[in-house]
DNA sequence: GCCGTTTTCGGCCCGACTGTTTTCAGTCG
């Protein structure tokens, strides 16, 4: 079996061996191998799910020669065309195409000249030549780069047994101690983080920011003084990069004001949003760049000081920047047609909330009481909201005792409704276990107790793909089982989601009137936003919650709204955005 | 090799920075 980032890494050979053999021979094979390889190593979608169901031509960048080459791959395991194309490459040359500051030229003509012939020691012996000064010599190289070689095989060394990207959180922080030291410089006119962070993507590589300013030289020189950086890695008059700890880059870009809307449209991407908008944009005779729009034929480039102008200038309406990934949004601009994505301010409530209520729950209780929380809830505006503990361990209670536990905890809810009934209804909900025989953790005898409750899984995630899918079909299909909360059970860089017929699912769900839980912890963001799209094309309705152990776990509702947004969804897809009559109404009675 | 409101041919985003050069090639985003 191979994974996406395998198939990646296989185009990517081939892409750097035509690069090899004849780059303007192949040019244009070369882009089309790299496009095919980044759109699969970024989706979600195993391939060969993606020829089961015959939609791999739905990816951008797969096409007729393509879709066959995988197909081959998926059934045989090779693909001879590939085998054609690699056959003359040493495989001492692959290793190398891994290290930063390393393309197919410069790897090749290493391996080539040192005559390396073993994978697996290649990166030692190289920097042994290095260190013996027997790079620096050879035509094209030099004693800088001879070092650069040692410094680059180095650092990935040290950053390869890492995880690469950062949760959204962490690289924030990175981020915002980066804006607070650039905003003491008086040079400093506007400063915003950019990139993937600015789209809100679940996992981030680098931190990226842009600085307007008219004095871009002090910018740089006081950024290139930061005093958390390892080393600076490169500087330039309108661009500098950072390595910090954890092998993370900053990368700064600086333009002057009334530049500033084409430097935040560049610099926010993605580079598939990019390209596409070059391409919208070469039709109609105009080339973009972080310094403006050039008119064909014209040597003016002109200035564009806000996005919002930008897009304007090319007939596009405003695209926000958390959709700006190539997934159709171009065309819904130009058509005046983009959805009105759903915002923090639309939500009014939370729903998947762990208190500290003793019911001897299977897995971790919240830390706050329901008092805490309810407060805490009001505070943020909410009209409704829902305690959604873990059931009662099932291992150390009968059904009876169950039942017993929940009915205590469902007169307590009232009395909070009793008490807060002017500011919030408070629902009872619970979250239940489906176990891997598909029944659930509590018994028929304790629905009484509880207004409706969230299923999900939490053990055997590795089970085959039709008995899971069989077995959250029959957990969601009790009456009073709303929601499928976390449904894909994935810790990003730590646990993969489970195997599932998602769309068997996502229709069940349509039909039946079950939510997809969005949950906002930012090491789940589950359903991932590539999902959402998916479910939503399936007429799903979602939820978005916290999942919250604890009173400030609360406010990162705002991770799920940027999953939300990333999958185009608007207020009317999500249902804790829902006035409270009309929400009730599909929580009790549909 | 991909793609389409200039569709089945003839195009394919745009520029910064570095090192090794003396005008450019390679890599990156």
Request: hydrophobic share 35%.
């Amino acid at each position: 079996m191979m994974t996406n980032s395998q198939i990646a890494t296989l185009l990517r050979h081939v892409a750097a061996s035509y690069t090899i053999q004849n780059e303007a021979k192949f040019r244009f094979q070369i882009l089309a191998y790299q496009k095919a390889a980044d759109a699969i190593e970024s989706s979600p979608t195993e391939i060969k799910d993606y020829i089961a169901s015959n939609s791999l031509d739905s990816l951008p960048g797969i096409g007729e020669s393509m879709k066959k080459y995988l197909e081959e791959l998926i059934e045989t395991g090779k693909v001879s065309h590939f085998e054609v194309i690699l056959k003359d490459m040493p495989e001492a040359f692959f290793p190398l195409l891994d290290i930063p500051s390393f393309g197919p030229k410069k790897a090749f003509k290493l391996v080539s000249y040192f005559k390396f012939k073993d994978k697996n020691t290649v990166l030692d012996e190289l920097i042994e030549k290095a260190r013996n000064n027997e790079i620096a010599s050879i035509e094209g190289f030099g004693e800088k780069s001879q070092e650069d070689i040692i410094q680059a095989i180095t650092e990935f060394h040290q950053g390869v047994n890492k995880n690469s990207r950062m949760v959204l959180p962490f690289a924030q922080e990175i981020a915002d101690k980066m804006l607070d030291y650039l905003k003491k410089s008086s040079a400093v006119e506007k400063v915003y983080t950019l990139g993937s962070l600015r789209r809100q993507k679940e996992t981030i590589g680098d931190v990226d920011i842009a600085v307007a300013s008219l004095h871009p030289k002090e910018v740089i020189e006081h950024f290139c003084a930061y005093p958390y950086k390892d080393r600076i890695i490169e500087r330039g008059e309108a661009s500098a990069s950072l390595l910090i700890s954890g092998g993370k880059h900053i990368d700064l870009m600086v333009q002057p004001p009334d530049r500033f809307g084409s430097l935040l449209q560049h610099f926010t991407g993605s580079k598939e949003h990019n390209v596409k908008l070059r391409e919208f944009a070469l039709k109609k005779g105009l080339s973009l760049s972080e310094y403006g729009i050039k008119r064909k034929g014209s040597d003016t480039v002109d200035a564009y000081s806000t996005e919002e102008s930008f897009y304007s200038a090319l007939g596009l309406s405003y695209i926000e920047p958390e959709i700006r990934e190539n997934i159709g949004e171009i065309d819904l601009a130009e058509k005046n047609n983009l959805p009105k994505l759903i915002t923090l301010n639309d939500i009014k409530g939370d729903f998947h909330l762990h208190s500290n209520y003793p019911i001897e729950p299977s897995h971790d209780m919240g830390r706050n009481s329901m008092e805490e929380m309810v407060e805490n809830a009001i505070s943020l505006g909410y009209q409704y909201m829902g305690f959604s503990e873990h059931n009662p361990s099932v291992s150390k209670h009968t059904s009876p005792q169950t039942a017993l536990l929940l009915e205590k905890r469902y007169k307590k809810i009232e009395q909070i409704n009793e008490k807060y009934k002017k500011d919030i209804r408070v629902y009872s909900l619970l979250e239940v276990d489906i176990l891997s025989n598909g029944d659930i953790a509590i018994d028929i005898i304790a629905f009484d107790y509880l207004d409706a409750f969230l299923v999900s899984i939490h053990s055997s995630f590795s089970m085959p793909r039709d008995k899971m899918t069989e077995r959250i079909l029959k957990g969601l299909s009790h009456p009073k089982a709303k929601i499928l909360s976390h449904p894909t059970t994935r810790l990003i860089g730590k646990r993969p989601g489970i195997d599932v017929d998602w769309d068997k699912v996502f229709d069940f769900c349509h039909k039946n009137n079950k939510a997809m839980e969005i949950n906002s912890f930012p090491q789940r963001l589950d359903l991932p936003d590539s999902l959402v799209r998916q479910a939503k094309t399936h007429g799903v309705k979602f939820m978005i919650d916290t999942d919250s152990h604890a009173t400030e776990h609360m406010s990162l509702m705002r991770y799920g709204i940027s999953v939300a947004r990333r999958a185009m969804t608007t207020p009317d897809d999500i249902l804790n955005s829902w006035e409270y009559n009309k929400f009730n109404d599909w929580l009790l009675n549909s």
